[in-house]
Nanobody, 121 residues
Framework: QVQLVESGGGLVQPGGSLRLSCAAS????????MGWYRQAPGKQRELVAS???????TYPDSVKGRFTISRDNAKNTVYLQMNSLKPEDTAVYYC???????????????WGQGTQVTVSS
């Protein structure tokens, strides 16, 4: 089985920084793409950052210039560095990945359980 586990969420003041981590574990052959989504109460889940192997991070305008996604392929881990945080960034952040495992001949999409990020004075 493949599991994604997020960490690093918490409470931070506006203008502060936070780094989220997501580690994938299991019988992993390769991970073609990893990303971060967030969902605030009453709103739809939205993509905030994504990256493919050998590619650059992509971001929506709402976080561009403030958030940075990075990967450590050796550790099967993806990070989300969040700077200049705003109250509107408050949400549950979810890790997502397309993973090819040794137990199956095609890639499947996996979700982490989510980590709460709260930006407040």
């Amino acid at each position: 089985q493949v599991q994604l586990v997020e960490s690093g969420g918490g409470l931070v003041q506006p203008g502060g920084s936070l780094r989220l981590s997501c580690a994938a574990s299991g019988s992993i052959v390769s991970i073609s793409a990893m990303g971060w989504y967030r969902q605030a109460p009453g709103k739809q889940r939205e993509l905030v950052a994504s990256v493919r192997t050998g590619g650059r991070g992509t971001y929506p305008d709402s976080v561009k210039g403030r958030f940075t996604i990075s990967r450590d392929n050796a550790k099967n881990t993806v990070y989300l560095q969040m700077n200049s945080l705003k109250p509107e960034d408050t949400a549950v952040y979810y890790c997502n990945a397309d993973v090819l495992s040794s137990s199956i001949a095609y890639s499947l999409n996996y979700w982490g359980q989510g980590t709460q990020v709260t930006v407040s004075s």
